[in-house]
């Protein structure tokens, strides 16, 4: 796998869709912040969106689909005159999946939102912006806008396993948004932070993809340049000015992710898991895990 994968798997990306919401005329509605990583795509019409902390309303056209990775309360509106009403309230009466706000509906919105494991925080929503806009027409939109007509089907027509097939095209549109973001980043560096911002510069994306393909190898800075087809000293500082931090650093960051994975979720020895990362030992596991995560990993079994 590569490491956008290994990172989403370990995290365990699911994906929980909501009632769609109606609209017409003048209208707002407030949310609440929400506790996943909320989106919306707008299928019909079009609004706008405000999210509490960003300094202008974004304004949302037919196609156009959003992702908040932060836990922001946030209104959708067709005009700033409109005194917002309270969305728990409009979706608690939501029929047959459609919640309506407003007179009329030529403003249709699909949404849901993205839930994740232990650890998503760090690894994956603080490597992201706050607001990830994905407009229509720009070419990762396309393949979007696929996975949410496929959405839009799989709620209106309720074939056979309807809502997991929809869950998991979700999912499928969650990554396209990542690529997208991705390739913003590869044309502004400071787009992206850690290692998401390593996997638009395509040498240090080798270097990753080489560590995550086999974590429990001794690499050498060396054996990732020649992967990388550059100098020991071009991809150590290519590496650190992306990821913010050392190659192999990286390397013992990613291994305690993967130990603490198997800590979480089974029984295997200690022993076994530090072999299976690729420490020599217990000891060796258990100094390099609490250097990183603060806790020996028999306190984070108990604890995670």
Request: charged share 20%; glycine share 8%.
């Amino acid at each position: 796998m590569d490491p956008l994968e290994d990172v989403l798997t370990l995290l365990q990306t699911r994906s929980h869709l909501s009632a769609s919401l109606a609209a017409g005329g003048r209208w707002a509605v407030r949310f609440d912040a929400p506790r996943v990583v909320k989106f919306n795509a707008v299928r019909r019409g079009s609004c706008q969106l405000v999210v509490d902390g960003s300094d202008e309303p974004i304004g949302l056209a037919e196609g156009d689909c959003y992702f908040l990775t932060r836990p922001r309360s946030f209104t959708l509106r067709s005009d700033p005159e409109v005194e917002p009403v309270d969305g728990g309230a409009v979706f608690a009466q939501a029929e047959r999946g459609i919640a309506r706000v407003g007179q009329g509906d030529d403003v249709f919105l699909i949404g849901g939102g993205f839930s994740f494991g232990t650890r998503a925080q760090e690894l994956l929503l603080d490597r992201l912006p706050p607001i990830v806009h994905v407009p229509a027409g720009t070419p990762h939109a396309e393949a979007v806008q696929w996975a949410l007509t496929a959405i839009e089907q799989e709620l209106t027509l309720r074939p056979m396993a309807s809502t997991l097939m929809a869950e998991h095209l979700a999912v499928v549109m969650f990554v396209h948004v990542l690529r997208l973001h991705l390739e913003r980043a590869s044309r502004a560096p400071r787009a992206a932070s850690g290692w998401l911002a390593g996997l638009a510069d395509p040498v240090v994306a080798t270097a990753l993809t080489s560590l995550h393909r086999d974590p429990a190898r001794t690499w050498t800075v060396a054996e990732l340049a020649d992967a990388a087809a550059v100098s020991r000293s071009t991809l150590a500082a290519r590496f650190k000015s992306a990821v913010g931090q050392g190659p192999l650093e990286y390397l013992t960051r990613w291994r305690i992710e993967l130990a603490a994975q198997q800590l979480r979720e089974g029984s295997a020895t200690l022993a076994s898991i530090a072999h299976s990362v690729g420490y020599g030992s217990e000891s060796a596991l258990s100094v390099a895990f609490k250097r990183v995560l603060g806790m020996p990993p028999g306190d984070y079994r108990k604890h995670p």
